[in-house]
Protein backbone atom coordinates (compact mmCIF):
# COMPACT_ATOMS: atom_id res chain seq x y z
CA UNK A 1 0.00 0.00 0.00
CA UNK A 2 1.55 3.38 -1.05
CA UNK A 3 1.72 5.72 2.09
CA UNK A 4 1.43 9.75 1.11
CA UNK A 5 3.27 12.61 3.21
CA UNK A 6 2.07 16.26 2.42
CA UNK A 7 4.15 19.26 3.68
CA UNK A 8 4.72 22.62 3.02
CA UNK A 9 1.83 24.16 4.53
CA UNK A 10 2.04 27.32 6.76
CA UNK A 11 0.74 30.76 7.49
CA UNK A 12 1.13 33.34 4.60
CA UNK A 13 -0.57 36.44 3.62
CA UNK A 14 -3.28 36.92 1.29
CA UNK A 15 -1.72 37.55 -1.80
CA UNK A 16 1.18 35.36 -1.09
CA UNK A 17 2.52 31.91 -2.24
CA UNK A 18 3.13 28.63 -1.10
CA UNK A 19 4.42 25.61 -2.66
CA UNK A 20 2.93 22.04 -1.16
CA UNK A 21 4.65 18.79 -1.26
CA UNK A 22 3.28 15.24 -1.73
CA UNK A 23 5.62 12.15 -1.25
CA UNK A 24 4.53 8.67 -2.11
CA UNK A 25 6.51 5.95 -0.42
CA UNK A 26 5.90 3.36 -4.18
CA UNK A 27 5.43 3.96 -7.51
CA UNK A 28 2.27 6.35 -8.96
CA UNK A 29 3.82 6.45 -12.64
CA UNK A 30 1.17 5.28 -13.93
CA UNK A 31 -1.21 6.75 -11.99
CA UNK A 32 -3.83 9.85 -11.95
CA UNK A 33 -3.33 12.19 -8.68
CA UNK A 34 -5.04 15.14 -6.78
CA UNK A 35 -4.93 17.79 -4.09
CA UNK A 36 -7.82 18.04 -2.35
CA UNK A 37 -8.49 20.60 0.28
CA UNK A 38 -10.90 20.42 3.25
CA UNK A 39 -11.66 23.61 5.48
CA UNK A 40 -13.29 23.64 8.73
CA UNK A 41 -17.12 22.42 8.64
CA UNK A 42 -16.54 21.70 4.88
CA UNK A 43 -16.47 18.55 2.78
CA UNK A 44 -13.54 17.61 1.71
CA UNK A 45 -13.27 19.35 -2.22
CA UNK A 46 -10.83 18.46 -5.20
CA UNK A 47 -8.50 21.36 -6.16
CA UNK A 48 -6.13 19.73 -9.39
CA UNK A 49 -5.21 16.52 -10.97
CA UNK A 50 -2.26 15.58 -12.73
CA UNK A 51 -1.87 12.54 -15.09
CA UNK A 52 0.89 10.57 -15.52
CA UNK A 53 1.53 12.12 -18.90
CA UNK A 54 1.48 15.84 -17.38
CA UNK A 55 -2.18 16.84 -17.93
CA UNK A 56 -4.08 18.81 -15.59
CA UNK A 57 -7.20 19.58 -14.59
CA UNK A 58 -8.11 22.05 -11.76
CA UNK A 59 -11.26 23.69 -9.94
CA UNK A 60 -12.94 26.84 -10.96
CA UNK A 61 -12.22 28.35 -7.68
CA UNK A 62 -8.04 28.04 -8.61
CA UNK A 63 -7.82 28.27 -11.77
CA UNK A 64 -4.83 30.29 -13.01
CA UNK A 65 -3.40 30.73 -9.39
CA UNK A 66 -2.33 27.15 -8.68
CA UNK A 67 -0.22 24.77 -10.78
CA UNK A 68 0.05 20.85 -10.11
CA UNK A 69 2.51 19.06 -11.34
CA UNK A 70 4.85 15.65 -10.35
CA UNK A 71 7.67 13.96 -11.04
CA UNK A 72 7.30 10.52 -11.85
CA UNK A 73 10.86 9.27 -11.12
CA UNK A 74 10.34 10.82 -7.61
CA UNK A 75 7.09 9.84 -6.92
CA UNK A 76 6.32 13.38 -5.80
CA UNK A 77 3.12 15.75 -6.55
CA UNK A 78 3.37 18.88 -6.21
CA UNK A 79 1.05 21.86 -5.89
CA UNK A 80 2.27 25.66 -6.56
CA UNK A 81 -0.08 27.99 -5.16
CA UNK A 82 -0.34 31.93 -6.22
CA UNK A 83 -2.19 34.79 -5.40
CA UNK A 84 -3.36 33.16 -2.09
CA UNK A 85 -6.75 34.05 -0.52
CA UNK A 86 -8.33 33.55 2.58
CA UNK A 87 -11.05 30.79 1.52
CA UNK A 88 -7.79 28.54 0.64
CA UNK A 89 -7.31 28.11 4.32
CA UNK A 90 -7.51 24.37 4.52
CA UNK A 91 -5.61 21.24 5.21
CA UNK A 92 -4.45 19.78 1.88
CA UNK A 93 -4.30 16.81 0.85
CA UNK A 94 -2.57 14.51 -1.99
CA UNK A 95 -4.39 11.58 -3.31
CA UNK A 96 -5.78 9.56 -6.00
CA UNK A 97 -7.03 12.12 -8.37
CA UNK A 98 -10.10 10.26 -10.79
CA UNK A 99 -13.22 8.57 -9.03
CA UNK A 100 -12.89 5.40 -10.90
CA UNK A 101 -9.45 4.81 -8.64
CA UNK A 102 -9.58 3.91 -5.58
CA UNK A 103 -7.95 6.06 -2.79
CA UNK A 104 -5.07 5.44 -0.72
CA UNK A 105 -5.28 5.96 2.65
CA UNK A 106 -4.76 9.42 3.66
CA UNK A 107 -2.13 11.20 4.54
CA UNK A 108 -1.79 13.57 7.32
CA UNK A 109 -2.25 16.69 5.29
CA UNK A 110 -0.74 19.95 5.72
CA UNK A 111 -2.32 23.26 6.55
CA UNK A 112 -2.44 26.37 5.06
CA UNK A 113 -3.34 29.55 6.51
CA UNK A 114 -4.10 32.50 4.37
CA UNK A 115 -4.13 35.74 7.10
CA UNK A 116 -3.12 38.78 7.44
Known amino acids: QVQLVESGGGLVQPGGSLRLSCAASGSIYSIRMGWYRQAPGMELGLVATITSGGSTTYSDSVQGRFTISRDNAKNTVDLQMNSLKPEDSAVYYC???????????WGQGTQVTVSS
Open 95 to 105: NTGSPLLPRYS
